[in-house]
């Protein structure tokens, strides 16, 4: 898009809330932000003024944009966060280890609620967690099983008894599936295990100590080592309690160090005044400013994890904005601190130390992870004359033993990294017997028949297709393309031998250096494909008697396949087995052994 076509969309943004979309010229989304007026925002990025470095290296990859107007600027937050998701922007904080952490659910709306463990929380019950830095959810679990006997179990409780099962008869349970308890005596048992999650240990170690003492001077040393254990470990969670913190205080505390370049986050997570542990969290600086980037960061976080009652940090972003995003998320509203003095800005300062010490130690890991990722990918593009940056890149295999179960896989790398969310098998459908030529002309037809279709919001269009194989194999993929008219999408092959690249617009191959990232990421999503296919297709073949595929192979009749199902037993141990295990099976000579290791191989 020209400069004069962008000067007349910058004058036709609207006055209202929303998000914007910055596109390079290869139409890929580079940047997401919200803004509270989409015409002041957007137009701040083409103004003639100085910029931080990593904005301006952004704005000079724009060569259009695309708005949505939103209600409200909350509405707008949410909205980028779900499109940063989408999207994986190049310029955007992105949260990519999005790990959650487990929680011990307590089912409140039950008759005689349980306890369970849970990582998604939903408003049907009390939640307690998250549980991390070292604390087992299940020994807590475990601990209100033995200490308070309430169940653990799903099991649906009714007007008729059940059998009680053993955990009644080991003492963890009080059998309300068996009408063993009163409602009422239950419901107490409930209160004091709210008051343990809660972190109120003292009453749950002296019981834990009185029955140690107790199986102790029955003789039953191991109940007395394991009781024992577990009111050691409640100990040490009571030693967690910041002793100047109220009981009630259920607050996050981030950081934020960066080099400009670089960031860490680092978050403490105090419940009931218990610090539950820390995390860390390194990433590229994003292109706005560092208030934009953290509440982005926040957003994108608290999107699948719980929201405490206060939030405690140092960094300056929208309070008010994240506090509306809060409340439309939990009901309640979010006290956020900035401590000057006190305990919790000595917590605030733990956690400054801790990003700053994080960062310090992963500057190297996050640059080699850029080297093997991105940098990998931009190499891919200069070295191979690719049409475009390979933001998705898409690799397919095929697998079977002599046209048996004949299945394909495609797995996909965004931005030089897996992503396995995307990838996909297939079970050739139309093929007679083992050509793997025609079998990946099938999977590639299926595939690219989504283009353009509903079904390519799922199936997002790669910029570069990676085969395994050489010019034969590239080959037979360029037909399938010239039959659909497919255009677009760069062609690679990797020949395995060799490690040669052949590509669509070249006679001759591209030898690239064993060193070279570039190289090593098409390997990576070649072996990746490949373990994806044969995963899939050994899952398939074990299925299917393992006699029927041993009278596949030739000289091997009722005896000796009996002599290799006993000594064996499975599909998968002879595909594994050597030749010279083989040869050791009775009636197998090495021979045979070697024609059957053929045989297999052929996967």
């Keep these: 898009m020209g400069d004069s076509v962008l000067k007349e969309k910058l004058k036709l943004l609207p006055d209202s809330p929303g998000v914007y979309i910055m596109l390079d010229r290869d139409g890929t989304v580079i940047y997401v932000g919200k803004a509270r007026v989409l015409k002041n925002r957007v137009r701040?990025?083409?103004?003639?003024?100085?910029?931080?470095?990593?904005?301006?290296?952004?704005?000079?990859?724009?060569?259009?944009?695309?708005?949505?107007?939103?209600?409200?600027?909350?509405?707008?937050?949410?909205?980028?966060?779900?499109?940063?998701?989408?999207?994986?922007?190049k310029y955007n904080i992105l949260l990519k280890d999005d790990k959650t952490y487990p929680y011990i659910k307590v089912h409140t709306r039950e008759e005689f609620p349980r306890i369970s463990i849970i990582r998604r929380i939903k408003k049907d019950g009390r939640y307690f967690g998250p549980f991390m830095g070292g604390v087992n959810c299940k020994d807590i679990v475990d601990i209100a099983a033995k200490v308070y006997n309430i169940r653990t179990c799903s099991v649906a409780i009714g007007?008729?008894?059940?059998?009680?099962?053993?955990?009644?008869?080991?003492?963890?349970?009080?059998?309300?599936?068996?009408?063993?308890?009163?409602?009422?005596?239950?419901?107490?048992?409930?209160?004091?295990?709210?008051?343990?999650?809660?972190?109120?240990?003292?009453?749950?170690?002296?019981?834990?100590?009185?029955?140690?003492?107790?199986?102790?001077?029955?003789?039953q040393f191991e109940l007395a080592l394991d009781y024992r254990n577990k009111a050691e470990m409640l100990k040490?969670?009571?030693?967690?309690?910041?002793?100047?913190?109220?009981?009630?205080?259920?607050?996050?505390?981030?950081?934020?160090?960066?080099?400009?370049?670089?960031?860490?986050?680092?978050?403490?997570?105090?419940?009931?005044?218990?610090?539950?542990?820390?995390?860390?969290?390194?990433?590229?600086?994003?292109?706005?400013?560092?208030?934009?980037?953290?509440?982005?960061?926040?957003?994108?976080?608290y999107a699948s994890h719980e929201i405490p009652h206060e939030v405690i940090l140092e960094s300056e972003i929208d309070d008010e904005l994240f506090r509306i995003y809060a409340f439309r998320k939990t009901g309640r509203n979010l006290t956020i601190t900035r401590p000057k003095l006190g305990v919790k800005r000595e917590l605030l300062d733990m956690a400054v130390g801790n990003a700053e010490e994080y960062l310090e130690k992963s500057v190297?890991?996050?640059?080699?992870?850029?080297?093997?990722?991105?940098?990998?990918?931009?190499?891919?593009?200069?070295?191979?004359?690719?049409?475009?940056?390979?933001?998705?890149?898409?690799?397919?295999?095929?697998?079977?033993?002599?046209?048996?179960?004949?299945?394909?896989?495609?797995?996909?790398?965004?931005?030089?990294?897996?992503?396995?969310?995307?990838?996909?098998?297939?079970?050739?459908?139309?093929?007679?017997?083992?050509?793997?030529?025609?079998?990946?002309?099938?999977?590639?037809?299926?595939?690219?028949?989504?283009?353009?279709?509903?079904?390519?919001?799922?199936?997002a269009k790669p910029q570069l297709i990676v085969i395994d194989g050489g010019k034969g194999q590239l080959?037979?993929?360029?037909?399938?393309?010239?039959?659909?008219?497919?255009?677009g999408i760069d062609l690679a092959s990797l020949a395995k031998r060799e490690e040669e690249v052949f590509t669509t617009d070249r006679d001759e191959s591209v030898k690239l250096d064993r060193r070279d990232y570039a190289l090593k990421t098409l390997q990576r999503i070649r072996d990746?494909?490949?373990?994806?296919?044969?995963?899939?297709?050994?899952?398939?073949?074990?299925?299917?008697?393992?006699?029927?595929?041993?009278?596949?192979?030739?000289?091997?009749?009722a005896k000796k396949r009996k002599a290799l199902l006993e000594r064996f037993g499975t599909i998968d141990k002879i595909m594994r087995a050597s030749e010279e295990e083989l040869a050791c099976t009775e009636g197998v000579g090495k021979e045979l052994a070697a024609r059957i290791r053929e045989f297999f191989e052929g996967l």
């Design 475 to 487: 080959s037979s993929v360029q037909e399938i393309f010239g039959e659909l008219g497919v255009e």
């Design 44 to 89: 701040q990025y083409f103004q003639k003024s100085e910029k931080p470095s990593k904005v301006q290296a952004m704005v000079e990859c724009i060569a259009d944009f695309a708005y949505v107007v939103t209600p409200s600027e909350v509405d707008a937050l949410a909205l980028e966060n779900t499109y940063i998701k989408k999207y994986k922007p």
């Design 236 to 301: 040490k969670l009571g030693l967690r309690r910041i002793t100047s913190m109220p009981k009630d205080v259920d607050a996050d505390v981030w950081a934020l160090a960066t080099n400009g370049l670089y960031a860490s986050l680092s978050v403490l997570v105090t419940r009931g005044g218990v610090m539950r542990g820390s995390r860390n969290f390194t990433l590229e600086a994003g292109a706005g400013d560092s208030g934009e980037a953290m509440l982005s960061f926040l957003t994108q976080f």
């Design 159 to 219: 007007a008729k008894p059940k059998k009680p099962c053993l955990n009644y008869h080991l003492g963890r349970c009080l059998a309300p599936c068996a009408l063993a308890c009163a409602k009422e005596e239950y419901a107490v048992r409930v209160e004091r295990v709210l008051s343990f999650l809660s972190g109120n240990y003292e009453e749950a170690e002296r019981i834990l100590k009185e029955k140690m003492a107790r199986f102790a001077e029955e003789e």
């Design 528 to 557: 990746e494909a490949h373990r994806f296919a044969i995963t899939y297709f050994r899952n398939l073949h074990s299925k299917r008697n393992l006699a029927s595929v041993l009278e596949e192979i030739g000289g091997i009749g």
């Design 364 to 459: 190297s890991a996050i640059q080699h992870k850029n080297d093997m990722t991105t940098g990998a990918c931009e190499r891919l593009q200069t070295l191979l004359g690719l049409k475009k940056y390979p933001k998705r890149m898409e690799c397919y295999d095929i697998s079977n033993i002599s046209g048996v179960d004949k299945v394909g896989s495609m797995v996909v790398f965004t931005d030089g990294e897996a992503d396995k969310t995307q990838y996909r098998r297939f079970r050739i459908k139309t093929v007679e017997g083992a050509n793997d030529f025609a079998s990946l002309q099938e999977v590639l037809r299926r595939r690219l028949l989504k283009l353009g279709t509903e079904e390519e919001e799922r199936f």
